[in-house]
């Protein structure tokens, strides 16, 4: 009797185990790794929401991780092979997405076949997430550059913001050193050594710092050259000034030592918390480089794609995931935006009430609008494998340049020293 | 007499100087953390009403007090569990000595110029594949025994007497016993400095944990101060705030230790 009833106790422990086992079958679970809370991790979050109503058995969950920490982590374990702990689907910085691809080629899924529709994106964006002709990221936020300006220290000097709209970079500097002068306020301000505004300018003329086969085109690089020309313009007549680091940049437009600001349109998010300046700000788009054929008055800095694990148990149902919201919902992004400010590059959007709804910080201007058009004028450019090695030549040969140095000399060093770190 | 007192004057005068320079960093760090983040950047120096709403802001955006808990108990089991081992080994390197050991405590000194990215991938290869990832184990194990604590614990056990351990022998006291009631109650200062020296190095190490604390529920302080900076606009109060706490279980424990610290630094034995 007592062996018959242990054994129906162990069949009842089997059967229950069972049936949790199933259960916990049902539910899947969806990790994702991103950063910042009142950005990207706020938009996932809802876009678990929505997903949760198409198929509640998936489950989001979301890491909070410093894009520097998850390349770390990513490098780490792919390196040592230890990819259990790697999530379904990750955040990318799109100037490192081809890097990563290519130092990994195995360790990211490919979405071309995964039913998302990515002529629904801004093209230039598309370009920055495809690898060998394969789509590997679901393109998030916009970073189309835009020109940001005090229309009051304009107005000071007798000007406003339709004369700082589609013009090139001769008027910019010329009106620029007449705002210097009546106001005595500079209209840009930018980290020394960094190259950031380099490279906005730069991706405005569509070329970049590689050739079509991918070789380091710097020293005889005519665009770069003009750039450069312009930089030191900027600087010479005091309508850029130089500042140290990130803090004092940001610091240098909200405490209004200067009058403007050129960045993504991320940079809004920094430029909105002074509330003493609110209705004295209006976005505008960039000057354009006359002497360089084919530039325009676009650019793009920043931004970042979903991208999707090899490594994942579920790599449909994280793709479907993201099909379904980032890549198919105009509700997601008319939720996001005015709470974070998070732009989409899903161009249908653009057609939302939301994003036509005037911004009061902006006198009313609706920004939103604006900036999904500049991001259909991008041009597209192809960053590379070797983009932050570019990057950080660049910023060495400026120092030189702004210390003395002639440009084609620091361009040739520049030139060499990326064929040796890509060699 | 007159010179004497522009001496002092002037040695004071170069002492305040020191001291504002080391301190105001720190000073204007909780300063910080009681403004709003535009205040901040605009250079405030005085303490401003944000405290509270920094701190409101901090809590509800991240796991703040899951991250305080799990540094304070990775800090504190690798604190003891490194002091445990590496004064053992110090104490047998330099109480046992003999040429081979002598020889092997000079290749553990070479392993100080092993910088640890280099042993980071296999490391971690290793933790995934005994299942360590994302415990305390994990976090305690690759500093435990640290060639810097031996070798501290190696030349502070000189100044141990030998006297004590012969008259220990003689009352029936076993090796085991020497160590443990004659050794640590006579070296507490040096047990002080290695457990502050440690504590801050586990407290603040970033890269191991980053790397195997991959769940958010396993997160650090480090890590989370790292994602405070992490987004595109940054609010400084918070991010202040947030060092300006984490600094302190490490500030009090100096503090508590300052005496024997001092003592155990400069190698004295009571």
Same mark, same amino acid.
Not at chain 1, 242 to 250: A, G, K, P, S
């Given at each position: 009797m007592k062996k018959k009833l242990t054994v129906l106790f162990l069949m009842i422990v089997m059967m229950a185990g069972f049936t949790t086992m199933t259960f916990a079958q049902e539910e899947t679970t969806i990790t994702v790794w991103c950063w910042d809370p009142n950005f990207n991790i706020y938009a996932m979050e809802e876009a678990a929401a929505i997903y949760k109503d198409i198929n509640p058995d998936v489950n989001i969950e979301i890491k909070e991780v410093a894009w520097e920490d998850l390349q770390t982590q990513l490098s780490t374990s792919l390196s040592a092979n230890q990819t259990d702990s790697l999530p379904d689907i990750i955040l990318m910085q799109d100037n490192a997405l081809a890097k990563n691809v290519n130092s990994f080629p195995n360790a990211f899924y490919d979405l071309s076949d995964s039913g998302i529709e990515f002529d629904k994106f801004a093209n230039f964006k598309v370009e920055l997430t495809k690898v060998d002709g394969k789509n590997y990221a679901v393109p998030f936020d916009n970073g189309a550059a835009i020109n940001a300006m005090r229309v009051d220290v304009l107005e000071e000097a007798g000007y406003t913001i339709e004369d700082f709209t589609n013009i090139t970079w001769e008027e910019f500097i010329e009106k620029g050193s007449d705002v210097k002068e009546k106001t005595g306020k500079?209209?840009?301000?930018?980290?020394?050594?960094?190259?950031?505004?380099? &490279?906005? #300018?730069?991706? /405005?003329?569509?070329?970049?710092?590689?050739?079509?086969?991918?070789e380091p085109n710097i020293a005889d690089n005519e665009p770069l050259k003009e750039i450069i020309r312009v930089y030191q313009e900027l600087l010479e007549k005091e309508i850029l000034?130089?500042?140290?680091?990130?803090?004092?940049?940001?610091?240098?437009f909200q405490s209004g030592t200067v009058a403007g600001t050129m960045n993504g349109a991320w940079i809004i998010g920094s430029i909105v918390p002074v509330k003493e300046q609110a209705g004295n700000w209006r976005i505008t788009n960039l000057p354009r480089l006359a002497n360089v054929e084919g530039a325009t008055n676009y650019s793009n800095q920043g931004g970042?794609?979903? &991208?999707? #694990?090899?490594? /994942?148990?579920?790599p449909e149902i994280a793709a479907d995931f993201l099909n379904q919201t980032f890549a198919g919902s105009k509700e997601l992004y008319e939720t996001i935006l005015p709470s974070s400010g998070a732009i989409a590059t899903y161009l249908p959007a653009g057609d939302s009430e939301v994003y036509n709804m005037p911004h009061p910080f902006f006198g009313g201007q609706k920004i939103y609008t604006e900036i999904i058009d500049y991001a259909a004028?991008?041009?597209?450019?192809?960053?590379?494998?070797?983009?932050?090695?570019?990057?950080?030549?660049?910023?060495?040969?400026?120092?030189q340049i702004m210390s003395g140095q002639d440009i084609q000399s620091a361009l040739d060093e520049a030139q060499s020293t990326l064929e040796f770190q890509m060699w | 007499m007159n010179k004497q007192k522009l001496f002092r004057a002037s040695k004071y005068g170069f002492l305040i100087f020191i001291s504002f320079c080391s301190l105001f960093p720190l000073f204007w760090m909780f300063v910080a953390a009681t403004n709003t983040s535009v205040d901040v950047l605009g250079g405030t120096l005085i303490p401003g009403f944000n405290l509270i709403e920094n701190f409101k802001v901090l809590t509800a955006n991240t796991n703040f007090y899951q991250a305080m808990w799990n540094s304070f108990k990775y800090a504190a089991v690798t604190t003891l569990?490194?002091?445990?081992?590496?004064?053992?080994a110090g104490y047998g390197f330099e109480i046992y000595h003999d040429r081979g050991k002598d020889m092997l405590m000079k290749v553990l000194l070479l392993s100080l110029m092993v910088p640890f990215a280099v042993i980071m991938v296999p490391l971690y290869m290793l933790f995934g594949n005994l299942g360590l990832l994302n415990t305390t184990a994990g976090f305690a194990l690759p500093t435990v025994s640290t060639a810097f604590l031996i070798f501290l614990f190696r030349q502070s056990s000189r100044n141990f007497p030998h006297e004590v351990i012969e008259a220990s022998r003689l009352d029936g006291l076993t090796e085991?016993?020497?160590?443990?009631?004659?050794?640590?109650?006579?070296?507490?200062?040096?047990?002080?400095?290695?457990?502050?020296?440690?504590?801050?190095?586990?407290?603040?190490?970033y890269l191991w944990p980053l790397i195997i604390m991959q769940k958010e529920s396993a997160k650090t302080m480090p890590l989370l101060i790292s994602n405070l900076t992490a987004g595109y606009t940054i609010d400084y109060g918070v991010l202040m705030l947030a060092v300006g706490i984490s600094i302190l279980p490490t500030l009090i424990l100096f503090l508590a230790l300052q005496k024997n610290f001092a003592e155990g630094v400069t190698g004295s034995a009571k």
């Open positions: 500079p209209l840009l301000s930018a980290i020394a050594g960094q190259s950031d505004l380099l &490279m906005i #300018m730069m991706q /405005s003329t569509g070329n970049w710092f590689f050739d079509q086969n991918g000034v130089q500042i140290n680091d990130w803090n004092q940049y940001i610091s240098s970042s794609s979903w &991208m999707v #694990m090899a490594n /994942s148990e579920h004028k991008v041009p597209e450019v192809d960053y590379g494998i070797y983009n932050y090695e570019a990057r950080d030549t660049i910023s060495t040969a400026i120092t | 569990a490194s002091l445990l081992v590496s004064s053992l085991i016993g020497i160590f443990f009631r004659m050794f640590i109650p006579i070296m507490r200062s040096t047990y002080a400095a290695a457990a502050v020296i440690t504590f801050m190095n586990a407290w603040n190490n």
